[in-house]
């Protein structure tokens, strides 16, 4: 008898996730992937790469058998996107998140503690002027009763739970809402309060019946109907002297316990009455709230959500997070998403829901108006992350209405094709509102372009953005924003916005041009925050040709000119990275190369710019991720890579510690640049960069002869190189024979140096190529800071068919 394999028993949805276990549902069979402590299910070999070289692709899923499908065309789609190269993107974002949120929550306990303090002494000037009218109302009770006179209706008075007359005085129709009115205006804010503790106004008539009556009103209330019931409910107690009118109201505890459960606005889930309205919790009685300690709300909306696994792994990964919506437009990801979030157990965290993405946030962001009830609850998230197939730009307005004060914007752009490439440049433009940049830092441009789109978005609504994290990561671009709403911090917005001039035919230098300028008045203000003066800067920063190539510059930008990301924050995610789990978060080795590679770069500000010094202008001593000075400008935006200059100059390519030896020895900082390995991110001008590569042409690697056509833009740099035996040679090789027509070697430089502080004359700079200086000291952990691919003619894999 011959035996045969048979298929893995299939489990349903309840059963405990485990990865590789097959599912049944709805007469369909998936297979379970894991991705940190979430788990998605997707139909048995789904394609989730693509390789353009391969002839044979898996048997769509739901076939029999085993066989292959020899037509790449025949291949099933994706009906729901996924994409696992992207692991890391998210791996990053949960990190990021995390380490927000402990700050962010920090700062709002801070305000809560201090709102809570301010409302709990409110409360007790209340209690103590409600206590003296209790006491004198007794004492009005005790002596002399209130009378009405030719059948006009008298106001009763109220005194905690008890009811009685204002001292037997007259009082008209017109005199009441008199004086209503003054107490309606006086005490609207103490209404509510005045409810929830079962005190009500009644009028009482000659029938001896009790009505309630609406604040300020002569008008029954009949939906109040716990009042309208006279003795029976209220049980209002007569004096035979009064002719049966009315004196005073005595409920009895029961009566009382019913009126307030009556009249208490039931407690809703999700939403709290506490006095700052940032609890999150439900808490529907005064002892269940002093018995549960005070808990921050924290909400997050991914608002392009497809399988929902961003969503699934920040329930599941972030503490405190109190809520997570999975958005999508299409129904089938909806359909997908809900039946992950019931497979992870997660339904009591994450909230599935079916719309446009602009549309929810807008609707999130104005809400239809509340006219009655406690006090509205706000649904602003505090985290929104947008990560679309494409560009963000048109999801960007509406995520910052819809993002709560001191909230953080998570945003990818996948199209790199777009805001690092000239061959779209008007689809650029329109996008991002800037024109895109030409070199080997195109991927950078690209980043500050996407940048600078947000902050010009924010800013026409006073709203101020921080870029925490920016990273050009292989084929997208992600950043991670702070928004506050600060409109003195949107004035520094034109100082911080810049054009750029390339030299992109050339050489492949370039200058910067400023839209505005911050001018710090000193003596005035106080002195660890003097005020600014915002005008506009002053132009050209230089030629139209290049001063160093003799070529043609074109402008790029506006683009962002500020730091693009916030020291404290990255070194945050770090110690988060430290202590995570390598088998949750598989990408980690990565993670914390790039992280520490993206953090060296702020080395090449300024201090206290580079975040090593604390911020003078921040007064929260206790903030655990203190802002950037809005005034700070990177005024060494790019890098560049050494073995491009090399080609400009027909030479060996010299070795990057090389370099950045002899630019660290002649005073410069130097260190390296996240978006491209050999890269060099440094604060020395372009000229001293051209006299490096010079130097290294004359001393370590000379020009063959006639390498260098005349008019060339090699040609241009190398006229002015040093002549043998010059001031600052240590010898080595001539470069005559390399370069026609060398009369004026040694002329002086030309072109207008804008901000950037030049030498006078770069020939007396000592150039010396120290590679032991140049090398960046070892750390303790042996760091990946670029990935290399982790296949062939991979990417961003095609877009989701949207069906199953």
């Given at each position: ?305 497809a399988t929902g696994l961003r969503a699934l792994r920040y329930a599941a990964e972030i503490p405190f997070a109190t809520a997570v919506t999975a958005n ?242 990255v070194e945050k995610i770090l110690n988060g990275a430290k202590h995570a789990d390598q088998e949750i978060y598989q990408t980690l080795p990565r993670l ?116 260098l056509r005349e008019g060339s833009p090699g040609w241009w740099i190398m006229r002015k190189a040093r002549g043998v035996g010059e001031a600052g040679g ?75």
């Open positions: 008898m011959s035996t045969t394999a048979h298929p893995e028993p299939t489990k349903t949805l309840g059963d405990p996730p485990a990865t590789g276990q097959l599912i049944a549902h709805e007469g369909k069979v998936y297979e379970t992937i894991r991705e940190g402590r979430a788990y998605i299910l997707i139909p048995p070999h789904t394609r989730t790469s693509v390789d353009p070289s391969s002839k044979t692709k898996p048997k769509p899923a739901g076939g029999e058998g085993g066989g292959e499908v020899k037509d790449v065309k025949d291949a099933t789609p994706q009906g729901v996107f996924y994409n696992p190269i992207q692991q890391f993107n998210r791996d990053l974002s949960v990190l990021a998140i995390r380490a927000f949120r402990e700050a962010f929550c920090e700062r709002r306990r801070v305000e809560h503690e201090r709102v809570s303090g301010k409302a709990g002494a409110r409360k007790e000037r209340k209690r103590q002027r409600r206590d003296e009218a209790i006491a004198g109302g007794q004492a009005g009770v005790d002596g002399v009763d209130g009378e009405v006179k030719g059948g006009v209706e008298t106001e009763a008075v109220e005194v905690g739970g008890m009811v009685g007359l204002d001292d037997g005085q007259e009082e008209t129709d017109e005199g009441g809402n008199q004086r209503a009115g003054l107490k309606r205006k006086a005490g609207a804010q103490d209404e509510g309060e005045e409810q929830r503790n079962g005190v009500a106004k009644v009028r009482v008539v000659e029938s001896g019946s009790a009505v309630a009556v609406k604040k300020g009103g002569a008008v029954p209330d009949n939906a109040e109907h716990g009042a309208t019931e006279g003795a029976s409910q209220r049980e209002l107690v007569t004096d035979g002297d009064t002719n049966g009118i009315v004196t005073h109201a005595q409920p009895s505890e029961d009566a009382e316990k019913a009126y307030i459960a009556d009249t208490e606005p039931p407690a809703v889930k999700g939403v709290s009455r506490d006095v700052d309205g940032t609890n999150g919790q439900t808490q529907a009685t005064e002892s269940d709230r002093q018995s549960q300690p005070w808990r921050p709300r924290f909400r997050i909306l991914d608002a392009l959500s999508d437009m299409d129904r089938s990801a909806v359909k997908s998403i809900r039946t992950h979030i019931e497979h992870n157990q997660l339904s009591s965290k994450i909230t599935a829901t079916l719309g446009n993405a602009i549309g929810h946030m807008y609707n999130i962001a104005f809400p239809p108006a509340v006219t009655h009830g406690p006090t509205p609850f706000t649904g602003k998230y505090d985290v929104i992350d947008l990560d679309p197939y494409g560009t963000a730009a048109p999801f960007i307005d509406s995520a910052l209405q819809a993002l709560n004060d001191g909230g953080m914007l998570c945003v990818t752009c996948t199209d790199s094709a777009v805001f690092a490439s000239c061959g779209y440049a008007e689809k650029t433009y329109s996008l991002y509102g800037g024109m895109p940049i030409k070199g080997a830092h195109s991927h950078e441009g690209g980043l500050r372009l996407v940048i600078n789109s947000v902050a010009t978005a924010a800013a026409k609504y006073g709203l101020a953005i921080e870029p925490l994290l920016s990273l050009s990561i292989d084929f997208y671009v992600r950043i991670f924003i702070r928004v506050t709403k600060s409109p003195a911090d949107v004035k520094f917005l034109a100082g911080k916005t810049m054009l750029v001039y390339g030299c992109d035919t050339g050489c492949g230098a370039w200058h910067t041009q400023m839209l505005g300028r911050n001018t710090r008045q000193t003596g005035k203000g106080p002195p660890n925050n003097p005020p600014f003066k915002h005008g506009i800067a002053l132009a050209p920063s230089t030629d139209h040709l290049c001063e160093h190539c003799n070529s043609k510059m074109h402008i790029a930008g506006p683009m962002w000119a500020g730091p693009i990301l916030n020291r404290a924050f914390e190369g790039m992280l520490d590679t993206a953090l060296n770069e702020l080395a090449v500000l300024p201090e206290p710019s580079n975040g090593t010094n604390p911020n003078q202008n921040n007064t929260t001593t206790n903030d655990l991720l203190p802002k950037t000075p809005p005034e700070t400008i990177d005024t060494h935006p790019f890098f560049f890579i050494p073995s491009a200059l090399a080609k400009v100059l027909h030479c060996v390519a010299p070795g990057e510690a090389a370099v950045k030896g002899a630019l660290r020895h002649a005073g410069y900082r130097a260190t390296r640049s996240h978006c491209k390995p050999g890269s060099i991110k440094t604060d020395a001008p372009w000229s001293v960069v051209w006299e490096v590569m010079r130097e290294w042409v004359r001393q370590k690697a000379p020009v063959k002869e006639g390498a240590v010898g080595g090789g001539t470069v005559e024979g390399a370069v026609a027509g060398t009369g004026d070697v040694g002329a002086e430089l030309t072109g207008v140096q804008g901000a950037e502080e030049m030498p006078k004359d770069t020939k007396l700079m000592k150039v010396i190529f120290d590679e032991a200086l140049g090398r960046d000291k070892p750390g303790k952990k042996k760091l990946v800071r670029y990935q290399a691919n982790p296949r062939e003619n991979w990417g961003p894999m095609t877009r989701a068919k949207g069906h199953t």
